[in-house]
């Protein structure tokens, strides 16, 4: 599969700014996964929160949305994913719950701007995340060399002090599997 060639047949670009951001995250639900490019969104800012008050999720807490705010940014990474995935990626971030909505949106790279797939949480009431899940986003961004001070902001969020089970542990297990094969 070729790179950061939306015109591709087959592929498409997404634009990944929370636990998405972790390659081992993403690929357990979408092995066509591969690392493009980081950029930023300009005028969105980063939330997190639920789609419905008091859901649970396999997080145990608030998950990363986008919104509108002018001047603000949002970094991320641009995965090339094949079309393959784009019903699974969809189910991941539960498009057929109303979770969230797909959006078309262009991403400022150093490569120019790319018209990028991404997902916005419906009915957004703002939750801390777990500390599993700001972990898994944290070591996203580091693993995908996001700039120093856009990792320490998320170093910062505040979290909501979960501590028992999460998505987290299988994503550390498949980990181990890989570097151990």
């Excluded at 909501?160 to 570097?179: A, C, E, F, R, V």
Aim: hydrophobic share 35%; with cysteine.
């Amino acid at each position: 599969m070729s790179c950061c060639k939306p015109t591709v047949t087959g592929c498409f670009m997404y634009f990944a700014f929370g636990s998405n951001l972790l390659k081992e995250r993403l690929q357990l639900a979408n092995p066509s996964a591969v690392f493009c490019t980081t950029g930023q969104l300009k005028d969105y800012g980063l939330n997190f929160g639920l789609w419905e008050k008091q859901v649970d999720n396999t997080w145990h807490g608030g998950v990363a949305t986008i919104e509108s705010r002018p001047g603000a940014e949002v970094w991320g990474v641009i995965w090339t994913l094949c079309n393959k995935n784009l019903a699974s990626l969809d189910e991941q971030e539960g498009v057929s719950l109303g979770m969230y909505s797909p959006l078309e949106v262009s991403v400022e790279t150093d490569k120019g701007p790319m018209l990028c797939r991404t997902y916005k949480m419906n009915n957004f009431h703002a939750c801390p995340p777990s500390p599993q899940y700001k972990q898994v986003v944290c070591l996203g961004a580091e693993q995908n060399s996001l700039p120093v001070d856009y990792v320490k902001t998320l170093e910062a969020i505040q979290t909501n002090n979960y501590s028992g089970p999460s998505l987290l542990d299988q994503i550390k297990t498949d980990m181990k599997q890989k570097l151990a094969s």
